[in-house]
T-cell receptor, first 114, second 116 residues
Framework: KNQVEQSPQSLIILEGKNCTLQ??????????LRWYKQDTGRGPVSLTI?????NTKSNGRYTATLDADTKQSSLHITASQLSDSASYIC?????????????FGKGTSLLVTP | DGGITQSPKYLFRKEGQNVTLSCEQN?????MYWYRQDPGQGLRLIYY???????QKGDIAEGYSVSREKKESFPLTVTSAQKNPTAFYLC???????????????FGPGTRLTVL
């Protein structure tokens, strides 16, 4: 069973609009949570990383939030651009007992249209 | 792509043939990884290596083999025993494996393998 669930599976928005992607996880214990951006046909690139003690992290127009109590994270994209079209992957790292094993979500595919 | 190169970008092979995917990094990272990505699925770990001359099976190692003779190189061989090899293959590296969850994995550009 996948321990990281992302929603929605896909999303289409108009350029300039905001959007929010969701990530729910059951990984326990939990070390940290990363959001990656993956352009089509390319490797993922890290956007943000948060530990259990951090509840928000920004990287330009990307803002990630984390609620470790409810095991939920979100990635908010502000004033979207065409270049934001990509797949966004939530990755949750387990604790030391799992060797900090990475658990990958299936990703949310975002399309920004003119 | 963070100092990690993969070649070739596209690879075609006939059924029953072995094929080797290249992965090289110049980041001086100890740990290297191979993942497989299929449409609608999350990345799945095939093999990883914590240090030269050492490697461990991941979640889906059957039908694959690796070697780690040099720190900067971690080639993946897809053997004829892999029943469904058509996929996008990603190589990654990190400074260390398992010593801290904050160690970022840097990914290469990927190789798309198609079996004809």
């Amino acid at each position: 069973k996948n321990q990281v669930e992302q929603s929605p599976q896909s999303l289409i928005i108009l350029e300039g609009k905001n959007c929010t992607l969701q990530c729910n996880y059951t990984v326990s214990p939990f070390s940290n949570l990363r959001w990656y951006k993956q352009d089509t046909g390319r490797g993922p690139v890290s956007l943000t990383i948060m530990t259990f003690s951090e509840n928000t992290k920004s990287n330009g127009r990307y803002t990630a939030t984390l609620d470790a109590d409810t095991k939920q994270s979100s990635l908010h994209i502000t004033a979207s651009q065409l270049s934001d079209s990509a797949s966004y992957i939530c990755v949750v790292s387990g604790g030391s007992n799992s060797g900090y094993a990475l658990n990958f979500g299936k990703g949310t595919s975002l399309l920004v249209t003119p | 792509d963070g100092g990690i190169t993969q070649s070739p970008k596209y690879l075609f092979r006939k059924e029953g043939q072995n094929v080797t995917l290249s992965c090289e990094q110049n980041l001086n990272h100890d740990a290297m990884y191979w993942y497989r990505q299929d449409p609608g699925q999350g990345l799945r770990l095939i093999y990883y290596s914590q240090i030269v001359n050492d490697f461990q099976k991941g979640d889906i190692a059957e039908g694959y083999s690796v070697s780690r003779e040099k720190k900067e190189s971690f080639p993946l061989t897809v053997t004829s025993a892999q029943k469904n090899p058509t996929a996008f293959y990603l190589c990654a590296s990190s400074i260390r494996h398992g010593t801290s969850g904050r160690n970022e994995q840097f990914f290469g550009p990927g190789t798309r393998l198609t079996v004809l």
